[in-house]
Nanobody
């Protein structure tokens, strides 16, 4: 019984930065892996970055070197720092977590203009 809520999305120019956060609330027990996904209109939802409870990370090739995922377990918060944003990064970004079951946030819109 976990609720996830994203914040930090918005409209930025290409080359700019945004910092997304995902706050987990409710009964939070051993969320093993947390991740950011994104979905643009007409496209499937794709994995952007993930992080395990021990701090192991992986990134989609398209964001490698530009995005950084991190987590603060004590604060039950997941972060995605996005730098050097490109128009193709435009999408709804979703927080995801798995422990005993899977949880999804509602999503936050990121729009990158050229």
């Amino acid at each position: 019984q976990v609720q996830l809520r994203e914040s930090g999305g918005g409209l930025v120019q290409a080359g700019g930065s945004l910092r997304l956060s995902c706050a987990a609330s409710g009964m939070i027990v051993s969320l093993n892996t947390m991740a950011w996904y994104r979905q643009a209109p007409g496209n499937q939802r794709e994995l952007v970055a993930s992080i395990t409870s021990s701090g192991r990370t992986n990134y989609a090739d398209s964001v490698q070197g530009r995005f950084t995922i991190s987590r603060d377990n004590a604060k039950s918060t997941l972060i995605l720092q996005m730098n050097s944003l490109k128009p193709e990064d435009t999408a709804v970004y979703y927080c995801y977590a798995v422990g005993g079951r899977a949880y999804w946030g509602q999503g936050t819109q990121v729009t990158v203009s050229s």
